[in-house]
């Protein structure tokens, strides 16, 4: 019985060390920056406009001018909101997301306290047969988030700039992404 109980402590300590590799590889610590929602960069959220061919219906405010594929003047195709967890106070999920109806690309920000760790994720109505077999077709290599503050509360307003580092895996090219956004704490 001894053994049994040695093994299960060996491999609870094991799992949770893996864990805590895991978090400290792949989450990176937010920066702070108190004067970011009066930046210019944030007011001009105003003076930029929806690209037609991504237009949402409930668009009606610009909250993002994040883009991966290259800025076209004031012209935005991507959409910015955010959640809170509904079982933690210290989780958010920010979401950036660009799509016509038919294919699209969501990049999520899952922030859990001061860290934060980025996924992308693209999506399409054409589904092949063998498509889970490839892999995902882009990559966050490098991350930086920069937010007002670092606690919220349902209501509040947040202010935040991020910055991304992306790989496109069907032509292993490498892309950088930036961009300013605001909304309110759903």
Do not use: C
């Amino acid at each position: 019985m001894t053994k049994k109980l040695k093994s299960i402590f060996w491999i609870m300590i094991t799992v949770s060390f893996l864990g805590i590799v895991y978090f400290v590889s792949k989450w990176n610590k937010i920066d702070i920056d108190k004067n970011i929602g009066k930046s210019r960069a944030v007011k001009n959220l105003n003076s930029k406009v929806f690209d037609p061919a991504f237009i949402m219906l409930d668009s009606a405010k610009i909250r993002t001018d994040l883009e991966i594929f290259g800025r076209m003047d004031d012209t935005i195709s991507f959409n910015f909101n955010i959640t809170k967890s509904v079982r933690s106070d210290h989780i958010y999920f920010l979401n950036f997301n660009r799509g016509d109806g038919f294919t699209g690309v969501n990049i999520t920000v899952s922030k859990f306290g001061n860290f934060f760790y980025t996924s992308s994720e693209f999506y399409t109505d054409n589904i092949r047969m063998f498509d889970f077999l490839e892999s995902e077709r882009y990559t966050v290599r490098k991350q930086k988030l920069t937010l007002d503050k670092s606690q919220y509360k349902k209501g509040d307003s947040i202010f935040g700039k991020i910055e991304l580092q992306i790989k496109f895996n069907p032509t292993d090219s490498i892309t950088n992404a930036k961009g300013y956004f605001r909304s309110i704490i759903d």
